[in-house]
Each structure stands twice: as structure tokens, then as C-alpha cells.
């Protein structure tokens, strides 16, 4: 064996550790970015979801806005549109005034609004409206 030159083993072993470990650094590198995308896919699926689900309340409250000067007791349990579903409760917090909390959810986003109307002689008057913020 010459001692000036490294044998076939030792010259493996050179060159496999470091494109091991150059192997490694770009799985992980690879798995990092992976998992970001993964997570940033899921935020943006929420905010889609959370974005349907606050048009569904915003049209079932028209629905509701659209009986009340006629039946000034217009209460369903729910409001069913083409596509759209929201659940409802309706509060008699002063006279003349109704409290209506809607409830809608689209996939695992639950949204709420709650209005508060006044109905006087056929004329609704919307007092407030209000959005939990998420």
C-alpha cells in the first residue's frame, strides 16, 4: 500500500459522508416547506369557508328582513334558501324590538350575527348588527 494515496474504502467513506449529510439538509430542507405549504393550504380553506359562511348569515338576515313587516312574529327555528342553511333564534329583548342571533356553518367554520331590528306598524328599523370578530 502506498502511503501517499488513500485506499478504495477510505475514498468511499470521503465522499459518502458528505453527500449523506447534504441528503439529510434537503429532506428536512424539503419537509419545512412541505408542512408550510400544508398549513398555509388550511388557512387559506378557512378563510374561504369563514368567507361563505358570513354571506350565508348575511342573506339569511335579508330573508328575515323581508317577512318581518308583514308577520311582526316571523320566528323559524331555521332559514333555508337555494343553497343556503342558517339556524336562527329569535329574542324579545324590549317591545317592539327583536333580537335575531343566525347561526351558519360551512364545513368546520361556525359564524354568528346577531341583529337587532325594531318593528313598528309594518316599518322595520335595523338598530344594530353584530359580528363576533374570530
Same mark, same amino acid.
Given at each position: 500500500?502506498? !502511503?501517499?494515496? &488513500?485506499?478504495?474504502?477510505?475514498?468511499?467513506?470521503?465522499?459518502? &459522508?458528505? #453527500?449523506?449529510?447534504?441528503?439529510? =439538509?434537503? =429532506?428536512? *430542507?424539503?419537509?419545512?416547506?412541505?408542512?408550510? #405549504?400544508? #398549513? +398555509?393550504?388550511?388557512?387559506?380553506?378557512? +378563510?374561504?369557508?369563514?368567507?361563505?359562511?358570513?354571506?350565508?348569515?348575511?342573506?339569511?338576515?335579508?330573508?328575515?328582513?323581508?317577512?318581518?313587516?308583514?308577520?311582526?312574529?316571523?320566528?323559524?327555528?331555521? =332559514?333555508?334558501? &337555494?343553497? *343556503?342553511?342558517?339556524?336562527?333564534?329569535?329574542?324579545?329583548? @324590549?317591545?317592539?324590538?327583536?333580537?335575531?342571533?343566525?347561526?351558519? @356553518?360551512?364545513?368546520? #367554520?361556525?359564524?354568528?350575527?346577531?341583529?337587532?331590528?325594531?318593528?313598528?306598524?309594518?316599518? *322595520?328599523?335595523?338598530? !344594530?348588527?353584530?359580528?363576533? +370578530?374570530?
Amino acid at each position: 500500500m502506498n !502511503k501517499g494515496y &488513500l485506499n478504495f474504502s477510505e475514498q468511499g467513506m470521503s465522499i459518502l &459522508l458528505p #453527500v449523506l449529510l447534504i441528503g439529510f =439538509i434537503g =429532506i428536512a *430542507v424539503f419537509l419545512t416547506l412541505a408542512a408550510g #405549504v400544508v #398549513v +398555509s393550504l388550511s388557512n387559506i380553506g378557512s +378563510s374561504a369557508d369563514s368567507s361563505t359562511a358570513r354571506g350565508q348569515l348575511f342573506a339569511c338576515l335579508d330573508e328575515y328582513l323581508v317577512h318581518l313587516p308583514n308577520n311582526s312574529t316571523y320566528a323559524p327555528a331555521s =332559514i333555508n334558501l &337555494l343553497d *343556503v342553511s342558517c339556524d336562527l333564534t329569535v329574542l324579545d329583548p @324590549e317591545a317592539e324590538q327583536k333580537q335575531a342571533i343566525f347561526t351558519a @356553518e360551512v364545513n368546520d #367554520v361556525t359564524r354568528h350575527l346577531t341583529a337587532t331590528v325594531e318593528v313598528s306598524e309594518g316599518v *322595520v328599523t335595523i338598530i !344594530k348588527i353584530i359580528e363576533p +370578530s374570530l
